[in-house]
């Protein structure tokens, strides 16, 4: 079996407000420019990441849709969804296809488009990522969920009521150096003090900002690329998800991740490498708890003190180990079900050493990680700058 599977085209539409733009068209245009940045190579099988086009756009049978529309009629075409993972989910699919052999070249798209809904029918959507019967029933949503484990953190772990902005101040100082991101200015630490409750004690600056937005990747093995590439290669080198209790209150310490610590574990095992030898992670900011949580299941923190990291700019750009490199779901935008496919064409997009004023010098090996909910769904994926023949 052939495991040198490669990225080998990227493309992404800005995320924002696209009202006049419809959900095939972002899919069609993020995945124009993913086939032509691969130097014309034609999918066998497309995977479409997304979350909540039933709810919020009244349609289903992405892989159809977006297939046809793009000319690709009559290859496989099927849509995974997994909440917020929906996009790492597609991508460990598409992997997993060419990895078989059964696929020589994959196509992945993520896709969401929340501007189909402007009220609250979006928190509506949002909750039926939820335990339906015991979560939303009761009012719960996304965002007041996180609110319950920020409170939780930050009362067991003695945490101040700024112990977070550290996650959104890197995450916009970031943001404002990528073209494609939602919000690209930065913020100071004193802005975030200012700024309004969403959920006590989640402000404005804590939660990620629902947008539109599409991206894509092609994948194939190394030895299938057009001759002459004109890109630095970059391989999954591992690959992995897991899953947990859905409902937050089943857990026996919702302040844990195992379904993140497991994922990163097996992906690492995969790749052959330790946590030291990751230059940059890209976690799923969706929520400022989420990204210490996160930090700390991937064990790069102790429990309790993913926090302190970003306090101590070790997560910033020139940091031992920077997150969020284009911003992150903070500032980027959160595409709901796109995320994770917008992650692994910044990370390598970073790893070709195309990450323009947010380059990490000497980048190799990153890590990218798609949560579903509160880690309910992980998935994560180790990505690898090779050179052809290597």
Same mark, same amino acid.
């Given at each position: ?36 940045? @691969? ?8 995977? &479409? ?43 460990? $699919? ?14 992945? %798209? ?9 009220? @609250?029918? #979006? ?5 039926? #990522? ?28 003695? %945490? ?34 200012? @700024?309004?409750? &969403? ?41 992995? !998800? ?21 994922? %990163? ?20 900011? @969706?929520? !400022? ?35 969020? #490199? ?14 994770? &496919?917008? $992650? ?5 997009? $970073? ?7 947010? $380059? ?31």
């Amino acid at each position: 079996m052939n495991n040198n599977i490669v990225i080998a085209g990227i493309g992404q539409t800005a995320v924002g407000e696209h009202w006049k733009t419809s959900l095939r068209e972002l899919a069609h245009y993020a995945l124009e420019d993913a086939i032509k940045d @691969a130097g014309g190579l034609r999918p066998q099988a497309l995977f &479409v990441a997304n979350m909540l086009a039933p709810n919020l756009s009244k349609q289903s049978h992405l892989g159809a849709l977006i297939a046809d529309f793009s000319g690709f009629v009559g290859i496989e075409a099927v849509t995974v969804e997994a909440a917020g993972a929906s996009g790492g989910a597609a991508l460990r $699919q598409g992997y997993l296809a060419v990895l078989s052999g059964m696929v020589d070249v994959a196509l992945v %798209v993520g896709v969401e488009k929340f501007t189909d809904v402007v009220d @609250a029918g #979006t928190e509506t959507a949002l909750a039926t #990522t939820l335990d339906s019967d015991f979560e939303a029933v009761q009012g719960v949503t996304p965002t007041s969920q996180a609110a319950l484990l920020m409170r939780r953190y930050m009362h067991e772990f003695n %945490v101040p009521a700024d112990g977070l902005a550290g996650f959104p101040v890197t995450a916009h100082a970031n943001g404002a150096g990528n073209p494609n991101a939602m919000f690209r200015r930065a913020i100071k630490a004193e802005t975030y003090a200012r @700024a309004g409750m &969403v959920s006590e004690p989640l402000n404005m600056f804590d939660a990620a900002p629902n947008a539109d937005g599409a991206a894509a990747v092609i994948l194939t093995r190394a030895d299938l690329l057009p001759p002459n590439f004109p890109h630095p290669l970059v391989r999954i080198s591992g690959s992995a !998800s897991a899953s947990d209790l859905l409902a937050l209150h089943d857990r026996p310490d919702p302040l844990t991740f195992p379904a993140a610590r497991r994922s %990163v574990e097996t992906a690492l095992e995969k790749a052959g490498l330790t946590r030291e030898q990751i230059d940059f992670f890209e976690y799923h900011d @969706a929520f !400022s708890i989420y990204a210490a949580l996160s930090l700390e299941a991937a064990g790069f923190a102790e429990r309790g003190r993913g926090w302190e990291l970003a306090r101590d700019g070790v997560i910033a750009l020139n940091g031992k180990l920077p997150c969020a #490199t284009m911003g992150g779901l903070k500032a980027r935008g959160n595409p709901g079900g796109a995320t994770g &496919v917008y $992650q692994a064409v910044e990370a390598a997009a $970073q790893l070709r050493g195309g990450g323009g004023a947010n $380059q990490v010098a000497g980048a190799r090996y990153a890590m990218i990680q798609s949560l579903g909910g509160p880690a309910a769904t992980a998935v994560t994926h180790v990505l690898e700058r090779v050179e052809i023949g290597e």
